[in-house]
C-alpha cells in the first residue's frame, strides 16, 4: 500500500478544482468560470487497492492586492511545504504568466518532486501542448509531465498511476470510506458561495464571504437548519445579491438547500441574510476569522 498528500497548485482557473472534483468522482471543491473561486485549502481523499492519495486543493496563486489575496497566496506556499509531491496545473489553453513562474519558483525552493499537469487539453491544438510545455521547461525541470482535460476524463488513469509511483509506502491515512476531511460548515459555505458566484458578476463575486452562524440538528424531521449570513463590501453589492423583491437571494437559496439536500441526505432548512462589512478583503482580522481552517 502506498499513501501521501499531494498538492494541487496553479494559478487562478487553471483547473485544479476541476481535477480533483473528476478525479475522486464527487463535487469536493466549488468551480467557476471566475478567477480565485476557492479559498479553502480542501482536502480530497482518493481510496483505491493499491493507495491512498489525498489531494489537497488550494487556491490560485497571483499577485495579491489585499489581506485576502495575501492568505490565499500562504496557503499555497504553506502546502507545498507540507507535502509529497506537488502537482503544478498549467492551463495549456492560455498564456503562461508571471504568476506560472513564480509559481514554479516557489515549487524549485520546495525541493519536492513535481509534476507538471498541462490542463483543458480539449481546448487545445496539439502546438498549443508543445508550446505550454517548452515554456515551462523555461521555468523548471518536473520529475514527470502529462497533458489531460479533466471536463472529458481524458488522461485521469494515467495521472494517478503516475502519482502512485511517487508516493512512499505507506498505510492508508483515512477511512476508506471518507472523500473529504472538511466540516459541513465549510461545506455549506462553499454551496452557498458558489451560487453566488454563478449568478453573479464583475466585482460581486470577488466581494463575496459565507459565514455559517450555526447548524441544529432536528433528528426527528430529518432536518437540518443550517444559519448563514452573506458578507459583501458595498451597499450596491448587498441589492444585486438580494434582488429585485427578494428574487435572486431566493435563486440562491433554492439552489444552495438542494445541494446541501443531495450532500446530507436530509431536508434543509437555509437561513440565509445579507450583510455589508465595508472592505472586508483587506481587514486580516475578518479574512482569518472566515477563512481560518
Ligand atoms: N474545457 C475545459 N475547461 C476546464 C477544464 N478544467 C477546468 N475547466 C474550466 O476552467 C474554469 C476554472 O476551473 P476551476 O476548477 O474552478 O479552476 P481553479 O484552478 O480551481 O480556479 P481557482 O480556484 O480560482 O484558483 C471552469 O470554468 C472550469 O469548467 C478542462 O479540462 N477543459
Ligand atoms: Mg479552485
Redesign the pocket.
Given at each position: 500500500m502506498k499513501s501521501g498528500f499531494v498538492a494541487?497548485v496553479?494559478?487562478?482557473?487553471?483547473?485544479?478544482?476541476?481535477?480533483?472534483?473528476?478525479l475522486i468522482g464527487r463535487k469536493i471543491?466549488?468551480?467557476?468560470?471566475?478567477?480565485?473561486?476557492?479559498?479553502f485549502k480542501l482536502r480530497g481523499i482518493l481510496t483505491l487497492p493499491e493507495a491512498q492519495i489525498v489531494f489537497v486543493?488550494?487556491?490560485?496563486?497571483?499577485q495579491p492586492k489585499d489581506a485576502l489575496g495575501q492568505y490565499l497566496n500562504s496557503q499555497v506556499t504553506g502546502t507545498i511545504k507540507e507535502v509529497d509531491l506537488v502537482l503544478f496545473?498549467v492551463?495549456a489553453?492560455s498564456e503562461i504568466t508571471d504568476e506560472d513562474r513564480q509559481l514554479a519558483d516557489e515549487i524549485k525552493k520546495s525541493n519536492l518532486p513535481c509534476l507538471v499537469v498541462l490542463?483543458?487539453?480539449?481546448?487545445c491544438l496539439e502546438e498549443q501542448i508543445e508550446e505550454a510545455r517548452k515554456s515551462v521547461e523555461q521555468m523548471l525541470t518536473p520529475n514527470d509531465w502529462i497533458s489531460?482535460?479533466?471536463?472529458?476524463r481524458?488522461g485521469l488513469d494515467e495521472l494517478i498511476l503516475k502519482i502512485i509511483s511517487f508516493l512512499p509506502e505507506g498505510p492508508a491515512l483515512y477511512p476508506e470510506d471518507m472523500v473529504t476531511d472538511y466540516p459541513l460548515t465549510i461545506q455549506a459555505a462553499e454551496i452557498v458561495r458558489e451560487k453566488v458566484l454563478t449568478h453573479t458578476y464583475q466585482e460581486v463575486p470577488h466581494s463575496v464571504a459565507v459565514e455559517i452562524l450555526r447548524i441544529e440538528e432536528r433528528p426527528e424531521k430529518n432536518l437540518l437548519e443550517i444559519y448563514a449570513e452573506i458578507y459583501v463590501e458595498k451597499d450596491s453589492q448587498k441589492k444585486i445579491v438580494i434582488g429585485k423583491e427578494g428574487s435572486m437571494i431566493k435563486k440562491i437559496g433554492t439552489e444552495a438547500r438542494q445541494e446541501l439536500e443531495f450532500l446530507t441526505g436530509k431536508k434543509i432548512f437555509l437561513d440565509l441574510h445579507v450583510k455589508v462589512k465595508e472592505k472586508w478583503r483587506e481587514k486580516e482580522s475578518f479574512v482569518k476569522k472566515i477563512y481560518r481552517s
Open positions: 494541487v496553479g494559478k487562478p482557473n487553471s483547473g485544479k478544482s476541476t481535477l480533483i472534483n473528476a471543491s466549488i468551480v467557476s468560470e471566475k478567477p480565485q473561486t476557492t479559498r486543493d488550494t487556491p490560485g496563486f497571483h496545473l492551463d489553453s490542463t483543458k487539453k480539449d481546448l489531460l482535460s479533466a471536463v472529458e481524458e
